[in-house]
């Protein structure tokens, strides 16, 4: 009788092992699903915006290259017409941009075979048409007005014209096909993932009701053993009274436990992290359990048990813990990033040169301990755009300057500003330890870090400054030489328009 009631206890307890950890293991898939999805949704977010910028590039270009000829066209023709140079020489200054930013269109489509059909025929009208131009222009520099004006109508400059027009309007009409279709798909990619993170939520409230299913049964296995030991000889009872008081302790971690699960469960993350921080709780005195079952009774006490208590429990536990704070600070940083998309720009008349002033008010602590120069240089130029966003991208540039120093050079930070043909440049400047060239753009992509890994951060900060400046219809880049310093420009419009909104 005593070694059936033994048998079973410790089938008992294995199982309950062994079930457990089948459940933490499935709710840790789950967790590492939804992580993969949230990864891969911000990985095609990420390329859809690359995707976008790259139409609004080569739609920019193809305005560009349509001005630069039209201009050239209105040109020769003032030149025909009055034999004024000042025309003739407008002309070749727009006749000499147009290689260019023919080569950019060239660059920008050459993944595409219709852009690239449409930019061959587009280059022998342009021929045509600048020989033509050319012959034009010779004779009335020659004097020849008259035979000039009669090879201007006998050309077919008109039709010419018309044909680069409508080679441009097919161009553009390309460009705003494929962003129709990478809308579509960026639309069923967040599908996906809701797909995903829902079933990855069903599987971890399954697993959760299974695992309370099984500690209730456990529970009640346990008390049955207790009733049947108190049955044997009294030689036992002071061994069976031990052992009772230590499962009793047991039951109650375990009714706690599970109170926790059914009372404080508020989403399928919080519920995986207090159920092991409940299950790390309950390993001492399992532990203790086998230890004094080892010396009292050690017959009953199997290896499997053993390992169970002291080793395959505390290291998955350690384990499920590590992954499940790690997946808390990532989607915190996804949640942190959705909600500054959600937040409205409100445009305001700044000086950003008072921003920055201010923000060195609020960390003048810091640059002092980190023994930090911070140079304003005024005048800045002042600009219409939202005061929230500037001043978080501009605290987040000056805080990483003053963070990443070169080891043994005392830190020196300048904010500059300038304008440029209706736009602002802000430049933030610094003597740290630099970025690996390699590393210019990726520095940017969520998640992503450069060099050695030993301040503290998630690395979202840049990735934060990037989406503001898109939403400020801006752009943000880096220039760097390792061991040498870093300079961050932040390129916005003078005034902030709806239009300049970027995806």
């Given at each position: 009788?005593?070694?059936?009631?033994?048998?079973?206890?410790?089938?008992?307890?294995?199982r309950f092992g062994r079930v457990i950890l089948s459940f933490m293991l499935v709710g840790f898939l789950a967790l590492i699903a939804a992580g993969i999805a949230a990864a891969w949704a911000t990985a095609r977010n990420q390329d859809h915006g690359g995707a976008v910028v790259h139409t609004y590039e080569v739609e920019l270009s193809i305005a560009t290259a349509r001005r630069l000829i039209e201009q050239a066209e209105a040109s020769r023709r003032g030149y025909l017409l009055t034999a004024n140079r000042e025309y003739r020489d407008a002309y070749r200054r727009w006749a000499a941009e147009m290689p260019g930013a023919i080569g950019r269109l060239g660059r920008l489509t050459q993944d595409n075979p219709n852009q690239r059909a449409n930019l061959a025929a587009l280059r022998r009208a342009l021929d045509m048409l600048f020989a033509a131009r050319t012959q034009s222009i010779?004779?009335?520099?020659?004097?020849?007005?008259?035979?000039?004006?009669?090879?201007?109508?006998?050309?077919?400059?008109?039709?010419?014209?018309?044909?680069?027009?409508?080679?441009?309007?097919?161009?553009?009409?390309?460009?705003?096909?494929?962003?129709?279709?990478?809308?579509?798909?960026?639309?069923?990619?967040?599908?996906?993932?809701?797909?995903?993170?829902?079933?990855?939520?069903?599987?971890?409230?399954?697993?959760?009701?299974?695992?309370?299913?099984?500690?209730?049964?456990?529970?009640?296995?346990?008390?049955?053993?207790?009733?049947?030991?108190?049955?044997?000889?009294?030689?036992?009872?002071?061994?069976?009274?031990?052992?009772?008081?230590?499962?009793?302790?047991?039951?109650?971690?375990?009714?706690?436990?599970?109170?926790?699960?059914?009372?404080?469960?508020?989403?399928?993350?919080?519920?995986?992290?207090?159920?092991?921080?409940?299950?790390?709780?309950?390993?001492?005195?399992?532990?203790?359990?086998?230890?004094?079952?080892?010396?009292?009774?050690?017959?009953?006490?199997?290896?499997?048990?053993?390992?169970?208590?002291?080793?395959?429990?505390?290291?998955?536990?350690?384990?499920?813990?590590?992954?499940?704070?790690?997946?808390?600070?990532?989607?915190?940083?996804?949640?942190?990033?959705?909600?500054?998309?959600?937040?409205?720009?409100?445009?305001?008349?700044?000086?950003?040169?008072?921003?920055?002033?201010?923000?060195?008010?609020?960390?003048?602590?810091?640059?002092?301990?980190?023994?930090?120069?911070?140079?304003?240089?005024?005048?800045?130029?002042?600009?219409?755009?939202?005061?929230?966003?500037?001043?978080?991208?501009?605290?987040?540039?000056?805080?990483?300057?003053?963070?990443?120093?070169?080891?043994?050079?005392?830190?020196?930070?300048?904010?500059?500003?300038?304008?440029?043909?209706?736009?602002?440049?802000?430049?933030?400047?610094?003597?740290?330890?630099?970025?690996?060239?390699?590393?210019?753009?990726?520095?940017?992509?969520?998640?992503?870090?450069?060099?050695?890994?030993?301040?503290?951060?998630?690395?979202?900060?840049?990735?934060?400054?990037?989406?503001?400046?898109?939403?400020?219809?801006?752009?943000?880049?880096?220039?760097?030489?390792?061991?040498?310093?870093?300079?961050?420009?932040?390129?916005?419009?003078?005034?902030?328009?709806?239009?300049?909104?970027?995806?």
């Open positions: 009788m005593l070694a059936t009631i033994r048998n079973r206890f410790v089938v008992s307890q294995g010779a004779m009335v520099d020659r004097g020849r007005m008259t035979e000039a004006m009669i090879l201007f109508y006998q050309e077919a400059s008109v039709r010419r014209m018309t044909a680069i027009r409508s080679t441009f309007d097919r161009m553009a009409a390309e460009e705003r096909r494929l962003l129709a279709t990478r809308d579509e798909a960026q639309r069923q990619s967040l599908q996906a993932f809701y797909v995903i993170l829902a079933v990855a939520g069903v599987l971890l409230v399954l697993v959760m009701i299974a695992s309370l299913l099984t500690v209730m049964r456990y529970t009640r296995d346990l008390a049955r053993s207790r009733d049947d030991l108190r049955r044997f000889n009294e030689q036992l009872e002071e061994t069976v009274a031990e052992r009772t008081a230590d499962l009793s302790r047991a039951n109650e971690e375990i009714q706690r436990f599970a109170y926790i699960v059914s009372h404080d469960l508020r989403s399928p993350l919080v519920n995986v992290m207090g159920f092991t921080a409940e299950l790390s709780a309950a390993t001492t005195p399992l532990a203790e359990l086998v230890d004094r079952a080892e010396t009292e009774c050690p017959a009953i006490v199997t290896e499997e048990a053993r390992l169970a208590a002291r080793e395959d429990l505390p290291e998955a536990i350690g384990f499920i813990r590590t992954s499940t704070q790690k997946m808390d600070r990532l989607i915190n940083a996804i949640l942190k990033l959705s909600r500054e998309g959600r937040r409205v720009i409100t445009p305001e008349r700044i000086d950003p040169a008072a921003v920055a002033e201010t923000i060195e008010a609020s960390i003048r602590h810091v640059l002092d301990d980190r023994g930090v120069t911070l140079t304003i240089r005024r005048p800045m130029p002042t600009l219409t755009t939202d005061r929230v966003a500037i001043e978080q991208i501009l605290s987040n540039l000056i805080e990483n300057a003053s963070k990443y120093l070169q080891p043994g050079r005392p830190g020196q930070i300048t904010v500059s500003g300038e304008e440029r043909r209706g736009r602002v440049l802000l430049s933030v400047a610094d003597n740290g330890r630099g970025i690996d060239p390699r590393d210019h753009q990726r520095i940017f992509d969520l998640f992503r870090r450069s060099g050695q890994q030993d301040q503290p951060g998630e690395g979202i900060g840049l990735a934060h400054v990037r989406a503001l400046a898109y939403r400020l219809g801006g752009t943000i880049e880096v220039e760097s030489t390792l061991r040498e310093g870093s300079t961050f420009r932040l390129n916005l419009p003078k005034t902030f328009e709806a239009q300049d909104i970027k995806p």
